[in-house]
T-cell receptor, first 115, second 109 residues
Framework: ETGVTQTPRHLVMGMTNKKSLKCEQH?????MYWYKQSAKKPLELMFV???????ENNSVPSRFSPECPNSSHLFLHLHTLQPEDSALYLC??????????????FGPGTRLTVL | GQNIDQPTEMTATEGAIVQINCTYQ??????LFWYQQHAGEAPTFLSY??LDGLEEKGRFSSFLSRSKGYSYLLLKELQMKDSASYLC??????????WGAGTKLIIKP
């Protein structure tokens, strides 16, 4: 148990569906991250929020839309996804994002399959 | 460009020692992390090195050579539960984590 929870753990959706992934951290951290993990590939950083403000958007397609209502919660809204978006989506948090070495703590991920 | 290299897969025997290597090329360097990830689970933090040398934490040790752009994770007295993927990640000059693809470690009885 890392103090970061994600729901759902598994999600199957069609290309025309709209769904949301949820992440919650119980560590009192101020930075939260979304990563995409595909088989045998490095983790791809998608979005970073620091004190609820988005500080990174690594050229992610607009069909992925993040939302950070407060420092403890992070959402990833999904719409009109493609089959190549199927992957494990990991959420992480850290004390503060950027400007210092900061250990990230990960949730268990949502395994997404796009049909 | 920035790059992390680590072996894709390694096999070792229960009770033995295994060394997982990681080489990095980054724009600047602010330290190197090792994470463990069991299948279907969250990556969990193992170690952070920023100075040259070996840091030991129980059965696991991590080594860093900044001049060589090289790190390794050493696992001693291997147990079946050590079967997992081990992720190496370097922190660049902007404090961005550059990740390797991970090394899948298989432990055999």
């Amino acid at each position: 148990e890392t103090g970061v929870t994600q729901t759902p753990r598994h999600l199957v959706m069609g290309m025309t569906n709209k769904k949301s992934l949820k992440c919650e951290q119980h560590l009192g951290h101020n930075a939260m991250y979304w990563y995409k993990q595909s088989a045998k590939k490095p983790l791809e950083l998608m979005f970073v929020y620091n004190f609820k403000e988005q500080t990174e958007n690594n050229s992610v397609p607009s069909r992925f839309s993040p939302e950070c209502p407060n420092s403890s919660h992070l959402f990833l809204h999904l719409h009109t996804l493609q089959p190549e978006d199927s992957a494990l989506y990991l959420c992480a948090s850290s004390q503060e994002g950027g400007g210092k070495p900061d250990t990230q703590y990960f949730g268990p991920g949502t395994r997404l399959t796009v049909l | 460009g920035q790059n992390i290299d680590q072996p894709t897969e390694m096999t070792a025997t229960e009770g033995a020692i295994v060394q997982i290597n990681c080489t990095y090329q980054t724009s600047g360097f602010n330290g190197l992390f090792w994470y463990q990830q069991h299948a279907g689970e969250a990556p969990t933090f193992l170690s952070y090195n920023v100075l040259d040398g070996l840091e030991e934490k129980g059965r696991f040790s991590s080594f860093l050579s900044r001049s060589k752009g090289y790190s390794y994770l050493l696992l001693k007295e291997l147990q079946m539960k050590d079967s997992a993927s081990y992720l190496c990640a370097a922190l660049d000059s902007n404090y961005q984590l550059i990740w390797g693809a991970g090394t899948k470690l298989i432990i055999k009885p």
